[in-house]
């Protein structure tokens, strides 16, 4: 069995979730260390353009703030709403090259799989006879090569923006929609900036129904007033006007505007902007000689094409399981989250993440002992999640992993 030190925590994404619980476990006296498949914050600078709907006062953890506040840091004004850019620059990049933090923090680390060593998901063991054999990560570098490494406790905070939902109709990918995967947008993209070129003036197809959908189609929107010519046709599933996550009276007003907007475009507030709703994609087509794409929809009133010269599908987020597929969760057959949580959430009644508490670290708790599955990846296939929420968790996993693993149980220094 490899030596282990009974203090060593491993965990997965260097996002806002994956910080807050590497700060609070080097505060408890873990010797934890953080594997990023990609820059600090990488999902974050994907829409680092986009503004945030939370405010500065929701979206830095505690332990971060406590962390950053021995070097100098000062919060930014709470009542402002960052953009993903702004969170990453003023808040993870200074997190991750803190000194408790500096070598603890491992970029362009992939973690590939993860796994107990010498233990199986199927052998009958106790969760005490799992505890004995510590956990067992496969991590790749961008060159291929890949290394073993063993921890005590797993903390996956590797989110879902990287695993976004397909297009097609029963939600696999449609007709032809995997070959042209690579050449489409999944993303919320910046139409106004990067990107630019590759709307302006031209034809977007944009398929979806929730906060990305209306904030890419606000974007394309704008960039229609800026450059003649641009035009954009929004399908969505739902054959009314409004979208999955909108909340009557939202507390949060810059989701309740972003909402309010997304309702007059498709209320036909621009020219630019058709909405075309009750569709379900069924194939997508290419053409390689006039570049445009043309996709058939299935319709009540039957099939009908659009075409355009660029697809942004923002169908949503889901979480990796295959990750874990070695250890014992039990997940939920709707949202894939574990399936404690996910009945949680579905009994809390309300999708208003504002008003969903942490649930506390029994309900985030999996059958494997000491693996726990946090921050937006928590909640599967849902997008209600919000940070705020995901600190919560960290403060309560940790308490219990610093308990387990002899260590203070205090939460502050
Ligand atoms: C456009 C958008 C706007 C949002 N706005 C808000 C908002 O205003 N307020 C709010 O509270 N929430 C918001 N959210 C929801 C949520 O808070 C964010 O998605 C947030 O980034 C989740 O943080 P996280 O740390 O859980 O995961 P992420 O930020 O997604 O971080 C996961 C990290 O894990 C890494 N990773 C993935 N796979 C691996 C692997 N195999 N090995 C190693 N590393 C890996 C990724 O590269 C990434 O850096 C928004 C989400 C989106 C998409």
Redesign the pocket.
């Known amino acids: 069995m490899p030596e282990t030190s009974l203090h060593s925590l491993a965990v ?8 807050e619980a590497a700060a609070l476990a080097v505060e408890l006296g873990f010797d934890a260390h953080v ?10 600078l994907a ?1 680092g353009h ?1 503004s ?3 405010p500065w006062s ?2 830095v953890g505690p332990a971060s703030s406590r962390l950053l506040a021995r070097d100098g840091w000062g919060a930014p004004p709470g009542d402002a ?1 960052p953009t ?1 850019l702004e969170l990453v620059e003023r808040v993870l990049q200074p997190l991750a090259a803190s000194a408790s933090l500096k070598s603890r923090v491992h970029t362009h ?4 799989q993860v796994s107990r060593h010498g233990a199986r998901k199927s052998d009958r063991s106790s969760v005490e006879q799992r505890r004995e054999h510590p956990f067992r990560l496969i991590v790749r570098d961008p060159g291929g090569r890949e290394s073993v490494l063993h921890a005590r406790a797993l903390v996956d ?6 695993n976004p939902n397909r297009a097609g109709t029963g939600g696999i990918p449609a007709r032809g929609e995997s070959y042209l995967a690579p050449q489409m947008s999944y993303h ?1 993209d910046d139409v106004r900036g990067l990107r630019r070129e590759r709307h302006a003036g031209r034809t977007t197809l944009v398929i979806g129904g929730g ?2 959908a209306v ?1 890419t189609m606000i974007a394309l929107a704008a960039l229609a007033r800026e450059a003649p010519g641009t035009r954009a046709v929004w399908v969505t599933r739902r054959d009314t006007p409004g979208f999955s996550g909108e909340i009557a009276n939202d507390s949060l007003s ?2 309740g505007a972003l909402y309010a907007e997304g309702r007059a475009l498709q209320a036909g507030a621009s020219d630019a902007v058709r909405w075309q709703g009750g569709c379900e994609v069924e194939s997508f087509e290419y053409n390689s000689a006039t570049h445009r794409y043309r996709a058939i929809l299935d319709t009540a009133a039957g099939a009908r094409a659009e075409e355009a010269d660029q697809v942004i599908v923002n169908c949503g ?1 889901g979480p ?1 399981t295959s ?1 874990y597929r070695e250890l014992r969760v039990h997940e939920c057959y709707e949202s894939l989250a574990p399936m404690k949580l996910a009945a949680a959430l579905r009994g809390a009644g309300t999708s208003d ?1 504002v008003s969903i508490p942490a649930f506390g670290v029994d309900v985030l708790a999996n059958p494997e002992p000491d693996f726990y599955i ?4 928590s909640y599967g296939r849902s ?1 209600d ?4 929420t ?1 600190y919560e968790q960290v403060t309560e996993v940790m308490a219990k992993l610093a308990e387990t693993a002899g260590l203070r149980e205090s939460l502050r220094p």
């Open positions: 997965l994404g260097a996002g806002p979730v994956g910080l594997f990023e498949r990609g820059e600090v914050g990488d999902h974050l829409w986009v945030m709907f939370t929701m979206t709403c993903g680390s992939q973690v590939v905070a590797s989110g879902t923006f990287g919320p906060a990305s904030t810059a989701r987020y990796d990750l993440c946090l921050g937006a990846k997008s999640f919000l940070l705020q995901g």
